[in-house]
């Protein structure tokens, strides 16, 4: 089977971009690293949390911020679907996250599902997130760092499969082009 030089260049982007919106982002989470949770978002990146719009870099900031109750946190990201067009490409993902920490009234652990919309542009030959939507799909807390399955309820799922998803919008999107 041949290749020509746009499929392998198609698939070096992919790659490139899967490294930005998976293990970079979730790496730069799990160890507070501020650089390299900016290198993910061009500087004039947008991103839309729910609880946090605004610009990506400030975000980054925020939640870097070195976190004394904190016993541990995770984030693992599935691999990204992306579609490259030319120096903007779309990119759909979903991960994992978790905290646990300590209250007064003992450990806690948040355990949270979510799915990303990203635009990323190519610019000076560098992926980066130009603009991220960040959708949650459920989101639980247990008692007890959540080791006890007696005292934890099942888990509360937030988003659901029809229009009001945005994942029916980001695919729309992506067809007209």
Not at 70 to 90: K, L, T, W
Not at 149 to 175: G, I, M, T
Request: with cysteine; aromatic share 12%.
């Amino acid at each position: 089977m041949k290749y020509d030089d746009n499929a392998i260049r198609d698939l070096l982007d992919k790659e490139d971009i899967r490294e930005v919106v998976g293990s970079r982002y979730a790496r730069a989470l799990d160890w507070d690293d501020t650089a390299l949770l900016k290198s993910c978002f061009h500087q004039d990146a947008f991103l839309d949390q729910g609880h946090f719009k605004g610009i990506a870099h400030e975000w980054c900031e925020i939640a870097t911020q070195p976190k004394p109750d904190s016993i541990v946190r995770f984030h693992y990201m599935y691999p990204a679907a992306v579609i490259v067009d030319g120096n903007r490409a779309r990119a759909e993902s979903a991960g994992i996250s978790g905290r646990r920490w300590t209250t007064s009234d003992g450990e806690k652990q948040h355990l949270y599902g979510a799915r990303y919309f990203d635009v990323l542009d190519r610019r000076e030959e560098e992926w980066r997130i130009s603009s991220r939507v960040l959708r949650l799909d459920f989101m639980q807390t247990f008692p007890g760092g959540g080791r006890d399955e007696k005292e934890a309820p099942l888990l509360v799922f937030l988003s659901s499969p029809d229009s009001s998803n945005p994942l029916y919008d980001f695919l729309r999107q992506a067809a007209a082009r």
